[in-house]
Each structure stands twice: as C-alpha cells, then as structure tokens.
C-alpha cells in the first residue's frame, strides 16, 4: 500500500480543521512523539492533540481522503512499538481526552474518555469504594485507551482477568471516519473483543464503558521464598488446586532477588524463587486463604514465610517486586521488557531455557513472572548505544520467546505485537492465519491507514508455518474439511449445525455441514486447568465429566452442544472463558485461534470474536476453555433471539467468508 | 555561546551530560509528576519528551535546533520527574545543558544581574530601591510598556508581581548582629530573603538562636542559582567559590542554614560545578555536606503548635521535595506547629508554577499552574499556607491574592519563630 507524504499544503489544511494548539509541527515536538517505551523511533509528519470526539473524526477523515497513515497514542508506554509511526503520517493523541465521564455505583460502571489515566480513574474511585481491576504496572501513567488497544493485564488479573474482561463496551471512529459502539451484549459476531487489543489497527477508541468492582474489605500478601522455581510452580499449582485465587501471584528468580536487593534492600529471602501472593474478599475470606496459601508454602519447603494484612506493611513486601524493573533501568541506559506466556506448569521448564539462552548470549536477566498465569518477563539491561550488544540482547529476547511457542505458549501476554514482535507472530501462526488476521484489517481498513505495520509480519518473507506442528485432524473433521472444501470448490453454500437445539430446518439450497458426534475431549490440562474439547459435545454432558473431577464452568445451566452454545452466545459472559478455537474457513482451510494459555494478546481476539457469529464465520470443530476450582451457581438467563447483520458485522464476514458461503441467511 | 556543565553528577554516578540524557530509556514513569505535562497533554512539554531533545541536540540531529526551544523554555526544573524515575534521570540539569547548548549568548540582563547579586550588592541594593521608590511613586508602570517593547514582558510581568519590596535588606539588618567566637551555625541569607523578604531571614535566624544557640550571619552572596539557569556557568562557579571561601573562613565547620529552597538546594550541588577541579570538587563537598534547608532544621524541632491559627496547610517547595527528598520533613514540622489546625494538601508536591523566573517568562502556563495550587489550597479550607521557596512566597502571594483571597503565605521558618515567641511568653523553653 503506498502513502503519500504530507504536503505543507495537508499541514496548512489540517491546522486550519483543527483549533489553536491543537497541531504540533515544529521538529523538536515531532521527535517527541517518535518514540513509545522500546527503543523503535520514527517521527512523525505532524501531532494532532485532540480534545473532543469531533476533532478524532475529523482527522481521521482527514487522513483518509489524503492518504495520510495515522497513529492513536496515549500515554506512550507500551512496550511493543505500538505508537511509533514507522511510515510519518499523523500521531493522534488521545491524551488530552482525559475526562471520567460518569460513575455509576449502583450498576458498577465508569464512563471514560481513553486518554483517562489508570490511577486518575482509581483514586476517582477508591472514594467511592471501588475499583477497576486492570492494573499494568505502567498504571500511573498509561491511559485507558492505551490499555484497551494493548488488552493490558496486571499483578491483579490473576483472579479478575485482563482489561478485556473489564471492558463493557466502546465507542470507536472507525478507519471510515464514522463513530460506532460496539458492547459486549451485542447481538452477533463479537466485535468489541476484536476492538479490544487491536493495537489501534482496527480504529481509535473514543470512549470506553468499565466495569467496575467493589475494593475488598480484607487483603492479606504473603511472601515466600523457595529452593528451586520447581518447588515455588508446584505450590502455586497446589494453592490454585486448592480452589484459592489469590488476585496476585508474582514470581521472582534468584538474579532478580539479587538485584533488587542491591538496589532498595527490600530484605526478601535469600532463595532460588519467592513468590508474593496476595488474597482478597472479605477480611475472613482473606485471612482464611492467606492461611492455606501459607500452610501450602511449608509443604512445598519454603523457607521463609512473610505475611501482611496492614497496607503499609503490605506495600513493603511488594517494593522487592515492583524494584524489580527499576534495578534494571538502573544497570543501563535501556531495558528490554520480554514478554512471553507458557501454560503454568511450565513455567519452571521455560525459565530453564531462558536461563539458558541468557548465558548463551552472555546477558543476566531479572526474571519476573505473573506465575499464576505463566506469563513471564525477561527484563534485560542494554545500552542502545551499543549496536553489537542491541543486537545480541534482541537476538536471546527473541530466542526467549520462540521457548515459550516451543513450550505451547505465545509470544505475548500483556505488552502486544506492534513492531516488536510481527515477524515472530510466524512462529505461532500459520500463514492462513495471519492471512485471515490481514483480510481482517483490510475489511476494516482498506486503505491501511491507521497504524500500519503493526502486528502481522510483512507480507512475504519466510512463510515455513508455525514452530509446532498443529494436533492432527481426526478423521471425522478431516470429512468435515473435504465436504467444506468440496462446496466451496462448487460455490454451494452450507448450513452450520451444532448439536441443532437452536434450529432445526436445514434451507433447501445448503449443504448441511454437522459437528454432532464431534464431542471428544482433546485436552485436559488438569495442572493448567484448560481442556479441550470437540464442538459437538453436549454442554451438560461436559461439565458432568468435568465436575466429576472438581472442576468447572462458571455458566448458567445451557443444553445442547458446545459448538451452538457459543455461536449463539445466549450470555455475553461465556466471553470470559474461550482461550481457544480450531476453525474451519470458507476455503475449508483450518486455523488454530488463540491457544491455551489464559493471557494471550499475540493478534486478534479472534476466539471472542466468533463467539455470537451462529455459524457464519466458520465452522467450530474444538474449543479451548478456561477451567476452574470451585463450582458457582450462575442464574439461568434465556435465549436472545438471533441477529441482522450490521455494517462492520459483514466486514468480518467478508473476511472470513468472501462469498457468503456459511448460513448465508444471515447476510442476505 | 554559553559554556555547558558537560559532566552532571547523577544519582548514577559521575557522567557526561550525554550520558545522563540517554540514561532517559523513554519509559514515561514520570510523565504524570510532570506539571508542564499533566497542563497542556503535549509529550514535548514532559521530562521524557525534554530528555530526547537534549539528546538529539547533542548527537546534532535536529535540522533546526531553535525548534527545541520552547520545549526546553517551558521546563520548570521543578525536578519532579527524577523523583519519580527509577534512574534518577537529572532532568532539569539535561534540560539547562539544552538551554546553554542553544543560547547564542546569556541574556545580558541576566548577566548583569548575577554579577550584581554576587558581586555588588550595595550597588544591586540602591537600585532596587531606587525602583521600589520609583514603584511606589507609581512611576514604573511607565517603563512596563518600553520592557515588553525590548522584549522583556516576563520582566514587565515581575514589576507588577513584586509588591512588597523592602526598603532595608536584610544583610544591613543582619550585619548589625554581635559576632559570635564560636558559631554553632551560620545563616545564609539567599537573594530572595536578603532582598524580598527580610522578615523571613530574621525569622531563621531567630528560630536558629533559639533552637542552636550562637551563631553568625555568612553575610554571602548569591549562590549562584540565577547564573546556573539563566546566565553562564561561569558566573555560578565565581559565586560558589566565594560562598565556599566565605564558609571557610568562617571556621569550615558549622552548619549552613538557608532558608529559600531553591537555593540551599544549589548549594548543595555545588560539587557538580566542579567536576574538572578537584581541588575545588573537594571543597565544594565539604560545604555541600553541612548545608540544611529551613524544613530540615525544623524537622525534629520541638516546637509548641501554635495557639489560636486559623486552619493552615503546607505547599511544599520543588527543591525541598524533588531536589532535596525533604518532603516529610517539611510536613512533620508543619503538621506539629499546626497541631490541630493543620489541613492536608492534595498534591502539596505540584510545582505552583513560580519557579524562579518562570512565572515571568512562561506567564499562560504559570498562571494555569497556580490556579490549580490556589484551588487545592481553597479546598483544605485554610487561611494560611507556608512554604520554603522564596519563588513559592511570591507566586502564592500574588496567587491567593488573585483567586482566594482569605489566605495569606509565609515562610515555615515565620511560623517556627513564632511558635518561639509564643514559647518565650508562655515560659515554655524550646529546644531542638
Ligand atoms: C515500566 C512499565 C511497566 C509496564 N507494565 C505493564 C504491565 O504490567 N502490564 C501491561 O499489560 N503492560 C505494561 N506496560 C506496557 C504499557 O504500559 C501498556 O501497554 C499500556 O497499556 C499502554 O498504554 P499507553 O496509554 O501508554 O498506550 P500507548 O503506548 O500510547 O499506545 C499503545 C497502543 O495502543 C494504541 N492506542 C492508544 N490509544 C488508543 C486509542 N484510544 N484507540 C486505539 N488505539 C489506541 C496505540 O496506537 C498503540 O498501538 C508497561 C510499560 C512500562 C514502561
Ligand atoms: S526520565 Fe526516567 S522515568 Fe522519565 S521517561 Fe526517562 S527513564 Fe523514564
Ligand atoms: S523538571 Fe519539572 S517541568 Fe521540567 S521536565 Fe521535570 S517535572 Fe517537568
């Protein structure tokens, strides 16, 4: 895609839009906005600093009747290359659009513009007793809208999820220039959940709805320090088998120890790993699960056991951790903050192998994982300076996350693709994929105008499939995929049929395609507390033989199969536990979606997104669900009737299927 | 062309100004704790943002160096980013390394200034004077037109701010002190005391007679701050040599009290300036070493609170809090001399935007600054604010006058002398 360089004829149009002080042009000020927190630069053609919706539309349209690629930023933080506009163009900052615009107790929710920073919207709410529960550790400075484009998650979302399970809804000025809210309730395909994590590809959000939470009575931390990252992944393993959710489970190495301790001398234990676990709930709640997590940590030999419940000695506990990053910026001039995620029980097994690389290349870096959710970050000293040790640092990142896509995991969790990682986004997917993740982005943004780029890998360059071999089609769905295959060959249109509870006449003119009798469990990562399972399965049946085991799904009672169930999406919150998804496209070519890994932000949302679809996108063979410990009565809640089709609904649809060859009824 | 620093003492180490700029890795920790940021939104008026450009400045690559002028102009060396970054970037001495990299030549009214207050200050003295006279005749506002013509509206802006210039100064009013044999301290009277506020040098030194005994007037010059930000650095170095010498002989021992913050801020980095002499290195750090602002000398004073004050909170001065980490000690002596009429500031630690010549030359964004000051002021309720900064006594001053009226600023050491004075006639005894 060519875009054209800006004039001063655009400038002088563009200032003439927008009003005073509202556009930066002057070189120093466009170096300012060259950069975000990794060391990628590129400047700019000129800043819009935006105050209103109006002034966001505006340049958008701007851009795109010129030609002119543009950049939504926040606050600048991310760690991925995310905001620097590698091709000039336009940096739009959303900074200025920093009001809370409501707060609403009673039905939980925040009303924000997205350059609302983080702690601004938590001090707003801790004086109303509340919180929002996403809180990276860039939560001083970086803005909602930075942490919606990035899905960032936190120490806290262990227990309450990433920003994408505390968005309720968004309002986005859409690569056309037209504003659109998309929610969480809407009916059909899940568009919100693509919003979310788009990296501002896909749109500039305008305002967001939160979810809000209730600021726990009692919290209590503990720390513990191990002999061995085996011991220290064994306990948390246990305390989540337990059916505790401490809200943060943070993981130290021993270098990092060391390190931190050179710097602030928190006075952690001297071990090969300690963990800082935090529970919350009411005071009770709290001290009880503090008790089992601390019982938990003797049995699985630590030596040394601290624990709080005063919020000034528990901030004590936590300086080691949050000094981590700052031992580091200390060492030298830059830090690369990796960022790759594993399912848990291998956590000890990858920071093996980090350890490894580390000493292959000659590095020392300060381990810290999010052990409940076998997120990891290498943090890593360099000058930038210094092009052969840039060089070598970027080559053992690197090599660090292919570790984690060897180890079944992503490349990452909470920090997103942008520059960074796109070539590495191969290693995961395969190109039918990333082709389906282009189409996406083309569908919504023909022209590749806003935050070109980011995200997928550049068009050729090698296309050798992911690092791991996908699992092997079972004979059943290989039928599946001939018959696809066979009507797509023909230009037939089929009709998608779950377990049929849903509907039940099949129209004259399709081919019926069924995944009935698709109901094997893949995958049952009890450890991990993921399974996978064929689409046909019967949810009841399901969660029978997943509850015989101690474990569940936090879901209202809903019959039929599993493949219906979420291509209904009867309850907007079945979002909450789709990891993953096995697709059967149009071309009757299969993709692998998400993964099984409980944080993930390498492309898409795409398993959130086919949720509420009813079967137009493509055909769901297997799913991957998060499992829990403890069951929960969730109410019964009815059936919503199905959906009409709006316009960006059938941009996703001629992503996925160009021709309209899956239940095409709806998008008739 | 104004010389630079070239080599910055850092919380790192000892490194060149390059260096100490590129130790910036762009994390953006600090952009909420920078005011010029938080105002206008605009990443080239945030720590980080003036961090680059010095760094591109000094790698020469940026085509037109002027553009970074108001970036760096608009810096009010409040030092609150370093206080809020992990490397402890000194900011606010990258951002003067870009300000002298661009300067053609310091401005000669700075200049002559500096030399004045250093070096003349009879002469510095009759004329400030003759211009208070002048004030008072109403004849300056006649020359406000011809210094905003000359290009000068920031000091058109400082002749209407200043209301109270005194017609003694304080050095005349403390030379006429006995000189003590054996001085267990000794008073640094800084320029804003010494010329603005005789009140509250005489209130420090009252303070300082009561809680340590003997003790005498340096009968300094300026330390040399107003060269180091706006004149030439060489200028700074004549100043803290003499300031040095005059300690020096002054036994070399005793502890040097100052009451502006901005200023025992500098002293205490007088070091920095002499990073190529070691001589000199060495003798700026012992004096360094003994140098307490106002807010340390009262931290742990035992102070009887004030009987009767109308409610009353504290603004803490950037170069106590930021520059010197006297944040506690500031509000610990506040909080006891208040005793219960004390109100707690939200954000008490947010530059009011008087920042040396700042509100003079960067008028729109000091005025949003100080608004916002007044309004959290307004908020406590209190009819009495204090701080440590002569900046901050002026720009509160004309601050409240403006936008909340009912409150009045002093200087910490004011209330602490009369803390003491209410001691003395109550038969209490006060002691450190
Ligand atoms: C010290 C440090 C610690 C960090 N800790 C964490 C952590 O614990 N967890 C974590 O997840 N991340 C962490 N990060 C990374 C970073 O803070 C997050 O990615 C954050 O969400 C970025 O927010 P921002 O406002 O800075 O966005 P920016 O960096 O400005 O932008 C990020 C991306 O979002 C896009 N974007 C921004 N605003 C909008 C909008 N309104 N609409 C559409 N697109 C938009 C940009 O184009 C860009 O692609 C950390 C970073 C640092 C420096
Ligand atoms: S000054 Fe410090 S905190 Fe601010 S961006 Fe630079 S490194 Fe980060
Ligand atoms: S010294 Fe103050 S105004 Fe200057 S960059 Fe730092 S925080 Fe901002």
Redesign the interface.
Known sequence: MTHKQMLPKDIRDLQRMLPAGAL?V????L????????AQRARPEAVV?ARSVEEVRHTVLFCRERRIPYVARG???NLSGGCVPLRGGVVL?L??M?RILGIDTTALTAVVEP?V?N?KLQEELARTGHYYAPDPS?F???TIGGNIAENAGGPRCLKYGVTTDHVLALEAVMPDGGLERFSARDAGCELMSLMVGSEGTLGVVTKAWLRLLPLPEGVRTVLAGFTSVDAAVRCVSAIVAAGVLPRALEALDRATVASVEAYNRAGYPDADAVLLMEMDGTPDEAAREAEIVERLSREHGATEIRSAQEAGERERLWEGRRGA??AC??LA???LVEDGVVPRERLPEAVRRIQEIAASYGIKPALVFHAGDGNLHPNISY???DPEQTARVKAAGAQMLRACVELGGSLSGEHGIGTEKREAMRWLHTPRALKLLRDLKRAFDPEDLANPDKMFPEPGGSESGPLIAARALSPQVERLVSQVKECASLGRTMAIVGGGSRWKAVPPDCVEISSAGLSAVLDWDRGNYTVTVEAGVSVRALRAALAAEGFHLHWPDFDGSLGGLLAAKPWPRLRDDILGMRLILADGEVVDLGGKVVKNVAGYDLPRLVLGSWGTLGVMVDVTLKLRSSPRDVPAVEDPVSFAARAWQKKVKQAFDPKNLFNPWFHS | MSTELSRLLTD?GEKSSY?AA???????????ACPTYVIT????R?A??RN??VR?LIEKR???PA??R??LDTCLLCGACTAAC??RVPTADIVLEGRRMLAEKSHWLARILCRLLSEHRGLLAFGLKAANLAKRLGLTACIRPFLRLIGLPGLALAEEHVREAPLTFLYEILRRRPVAADPQWLYFAPCGPNFLYPRVGQATVAVLEALRGNGNFLDNGCCGLLAYNYGDVEDARRAARRNIVLFEAAGGRSPVVGDCSSCTAFLKSYPQLFLGEPDWRGRAERFAAVVLDAPELLRDAALPPLAGLAPATYHDSCRACHGQGLKDAGHAAMRRLAGPSYRELQESDVCCGGAGAYAFRNPGLSDELIRRKVGRIAATGARLVAASGTSCLIQLAQGLKKYYPECEVVHLSELAARAIAQGAQDGTQAGA
């Open positions: 930066l002057g070189e120093a000020e170096a300012a906005y060259a950069y975000d927190a990794t600093l606050a600048g933080t900052s900074a200025r920093d350059g920073v702690l860039s001083r400075v970086s990053y700052a910026a200390r001039p830059n830090v000058d930038e300076r | 790192l260096d590129s130790q910036c890795c762009r994390c953006g920790y600090c952009e909420q939104g605009n990443e080239a945030s980080r943002g680059q450009m591109l940026l085509a037109d553009s970074a108001v970036g992990y490397a």
